[in-house]
Every structure is written in C-alpha cells, then in structure tokens.
C-alpha cells in the first residue's frame, strides 16, 4: 500500500462530482488547467473511457480538481484509472499548495486503486522549474515509474516580463532573426473561432507539404473548438503577408498561469520571412498582457535539432528547458498490477511499431540498411 501521510487524510477533505458541462464551465478557475483536464477533450480523444470530474475541498475552500479517466476489466478484474496532467489545484501559489495537492493524491489511491481494485497512473504537469514536487510526491508514496517520453524536453518562456526584458533573454540569434522578420511588412492578428477554418487549411497543406506523421490530437481539435465553454477555448493567432495571404498560425490554450502551444501551420512564404519568429513574439507580447499567465509553454521538438534550437533560443535566458515527468503507476493489488502492465506494454508496441514503420516509409530504399 501507498505510504500515505495521516496529516494528509486527516485534512477532511471533500469531493464532489460535477457533470461535464458544470466542470469545463468553471476549469478556467484552476492555475494548473490543461486541455488534458477538460471534459470536452477527453470524451472526444477517449471515447472508451468512462470520466469523473471531481472537485476538492478542505472545509470550505476549493482547493482543486481532477479529471480521471477510467475503465474496469471483465470480471472486475482490474482496470485502469487516468489522470493526464493532474490533479489542477486552484491556487498554486499557496503555501497549502503542496499539502492541498497530496491530499487530492491521497484520496486518489484509496479511491481508485484501493477500493475501485484499478491500476492508478498519474503523469504530472511538466512544470518551468528543476524539481517537480509532485513527481517527488508519487515517488515518495510507493508510485512507479511507467513509460516516458523518448524526446521529454520541455521549453518554457516568461512572460511576465515587460517587451524589453523578453527581448533581451532571446539569444542572439534568436533576436537576429526576429529583427529581419520585422522588415516583412508582415501583419499579426488575435483571431476568432471564424477563422478555424483558415487555420485548417494552412495546417492540411503543411502535414501534406512535410509529408510527417501527425500523432497529435489534432483529428479533435475542430470538435474541441467547436464545442468547449467559451471561458477556456484556445486562442488562434494569425499571421499575414503585405497581400493579405495567411502564412503562419498557431492555436494556443490560454488557461491557469501558462499558456500551450497547441498547433502551428505555416506555408512556403513563411521559412525566408521568418514569419515564426515574428508570430511567436506577438504572441508572447500578447501573453504578457494577460494577467494570470506566467509561462509560455512552447512544448517538444520529437527530436528535430532545428526545432530544439528554435525553442532553446526563444525560451533564453529569463525561460527554462525541463522535461515531461514520466507516468507514474500505483496497484494497490496483485492481479490489477499485471493487467495494467500488460496493457500499458501493448500500447507502447503499438506506438513504438508505428513510428518505425513511419521513418522507414520516410527513407529511400539505400537508407533502409
């Protein structure tokens, strides 16, 4: 069993379970809120998964929330039950921040590990800091490492900074490059949902173009847009030539104190005016009007060095590079634990398989050796 604190347990903590329409309806409260964490995200992604969308308090202070997704086997015979990049505290500048959060872990494991006989697995939130607290915490309380990213990195920018000071952590080349981006004539928009369809097309022709997998969740991105409560939708931006043709875009979820980058788009115009480069300054100008969010989360690079170069130069000096924390496992019982293994293994295969398919696919017949 968990080594779980009796200080933890002892905070009297309540849940309630919201339906799906109530929970995406307050989720822009919450600092830790990602799209992972909505309803309309997951229904949509993981349609085989049953959802509970609970709410913690300690008395009577809303201290956070968690989206698990869930399955049970035939025969009751385990199951799974996931959490992606939760649990979502409220306030994560209290200094009950740290408690709040394993007391929310701690009913987590009676609930679905110990009474609901399932396979916990938690990945946290991948933070802009060295230590990641809540990993720490899973390890503490008996949790195992599970699968892992093969490219974790993740790059941070801050953006509570004034346009001088993000300027000047850019490095050099970084700065270089945007200053010749600013000599296009080039136009910045903050768009809305009516120009989903813009985007698409500039992100159908780029998928065609690179000819690359796509193992995102762009497939429900339309639906996400389409259906999510408009106090959490993501932002679109928008970028234009001096003709007015679109040749960059990116999707932005811009909830709790960091922001996402979700998707960019761009077309042939974009690589020799180095639209990117202009497009994401804006938006971190416009992020830095923004009063709750702090970091500009720009994501992975799936290996790719001259997106990791991109990415390292923007986050600079004032940002942070960290990595994405591992999935984290707990089984409270014996047959539970090989079920959720075995089922977490089939799925890596089956992942692992596809993306080697795809770059043999993507090489000449004389690089197959």
Known sequence: ???????????????????AT????????????CQEQLDVFAAERWPAMALDRLQFFI??????????????????????????WGPILLN???????????????YLVQEYAVTRRLMLSILPRAVPTEQNSALEYLREIGFNQGASL??????????????????????????????????NELRFEHVGPDKMSEFNALYEAMTARKQFPDYSAYDSLNHLMD????????????????????VAGAIVFVGGDTAVYLYGATNDKA????????????????????????????GGTDGFLGLHQFKKGMAGKAGAITTVPPVMNYAHWFIPRLLGEALFLARDVKANTGRMINNLRKKGPSDQN
């Open 22 to 33: 109530a929970w995406d309806a307050q989720a822009h409260r919450f600092d830790d809120v």
């Open 59 to 84: 008395g009577d202070r809303l201290v956070g929330g968690c989206l698990v997704m869930h399955k049970t086997a035939p025969l009751g015979l385990g199951g799974l039950a996931v959490c992606k």
């Open 227 to 246: 259906n999510i409560d408009g106090s959490i939708r993501p932002e679109i931006f928008m970028v234009y030539d001096e003709e007015g043709e679109a």
């Open 271 to 298: 690589l020799p005016m180095q639209a990117g480069y202009f497009m994401h300054w804006e938006i971190m100008r416009w992020l830095g009007t923004q009063e709750r969010i702090k970091w500009y989360d720009l």
């Open 1 to 19: 069993m968990a080594d779980i604190s009796q200080a933890n347990i002892d905070q009297a903590l309540r849940v309630e379970q919201l339906d």
């Open 150 to 183: 093969p490219f974790p990195n993740r790059y941070f920018v801050n953006v509570d900074l004034s346009d001088e000071e993000m300027r000047a952590s850019f490095n050099q080349k970084w700065r270089k490059h945007l200053r010749n981006s600013e000599k």
């Open 92 to 106: 994560n500048r209290l200094p009950s921040a740290q408690s709040d959060y394993k007391a929310i872990v701690d």
